[in-house]
T-cell receptor, first 113, second 117 residues
Framework: KAGVTQTPRYLIKTRGQQVTLSCSPI?????VSWYQQTPGQGLQFLFE???????NKGNFPGRFSGRQFSNSRSEMNVSTLELGDSALYLC????????????FGPGTRLTVL | AQSVTQPDIHITVSEGASLELRCNYS??????LFWYVQSPGQGLQLLLK??????LVQGIKGFEAEFKRSQSSFNLRKPSVHWSDAAEYFC???????????????FGKGTHLIIQP
């Protein structure tokens, strides 16, 4: 079974631009969660989608948004990029219950200049 | 709100020596606990998880962890480390639902494991 895939793997943007990251979950998984990883703040939960609905959101500004498609693929969008948005963005998929194991993708490394 | 503390930012162990990585959690209800490992440039890989039952859980790559409710701890152990174990290790707790959805995993800051030859 193929794992979680994320595209692109690396991205360089400038302040003020917007960016869209993509995540394809493991086949059969209906939940996709997004995390931001930075050296200072560590791993922080962004939001979780299940069956095309956002079920919960972490403590991030509205510039961070996402969506999920009917095939469970998910996209994350960051508008008006700031230098502090430079991070590794990880997505994880699971069957859907919060106790289910989350399987992580390799991440997208975003650099904002 | 739940929290996870990994007291050791870096740990250096000689190859072949035993290893223990510490993890303390704060959570009001029954915790669902995980240990993940992250190699440079990679995503996170699940080592093991604890939901209930036997407090000593076995994982992949020869790792085990022991849940101690009285100490709010979930320490990761390995009897003999290999150079390939050098990586970043994260302890995490799964919170319950709020607002109809999962709160996501709450991670500790991680422990960077260095293996000396």
């Amino acid at each position: 079974k193929a794992g979680v895939t994320q595209t692109p793997r690396y991205l360089i943007k400038t302040r003020g631009q917007q960016v869209t990251l993509s995540c394809s979950p493991i086949s059969g998984h209906r939940s996709v969660s997004w995390y931001q990883q930075t050296p200072g703040q560590g791993l922080q939960f962004l939001f979780e989608y299940f069956s095309e609905t956002q079920r919960n959101k972490g403590n991030f500004p509205g510039r961070f948004s996402g969506r999920q498609f009917s095939n469970s693929r998910s996209e994350m969008n960051v508008s008006t990029l700031e230098l502090g948005d430079s991070a590794l963005y990880l997505c994880a998929s699971s069957l859907g219950d919060y106790t289910d194991t989350q399987y992580f993708g390799p991440g997208t490394r975003l650099t904002v200049l | 709100a739940q929290s996870v503390t990994q007291p050791d930012i870096h740990i250096t162990v000689s190859e072949g020596a035993s290893l223990e990585l510490r993890c303390n959690y704060s959570y009001g209800a029954t915790p669902y606990l995980f240990w993940y490992v992250q190699s440079p440039g990679q995503g996170l890989q699940l080592l093991l998880k604890y939901f209930s039952g036997d407090t000593l859980v076995q994982g992949i790559k020869g790792f085990e962890a022991e849940f101690k409710r009285s100490q709010s701890s979930f320490n990761l152990r390995k009897p003999s480390v290999h150079w390939s174990d050098a990586a970043e290790y994260f302890c995490a707790v799964a919170a319950g639902y709020s607002g109809g959805g999962a709160d996501g995993l709450t991670f500790g800051k991680g422990t960077h494991l260095i293996i000396q030859p």
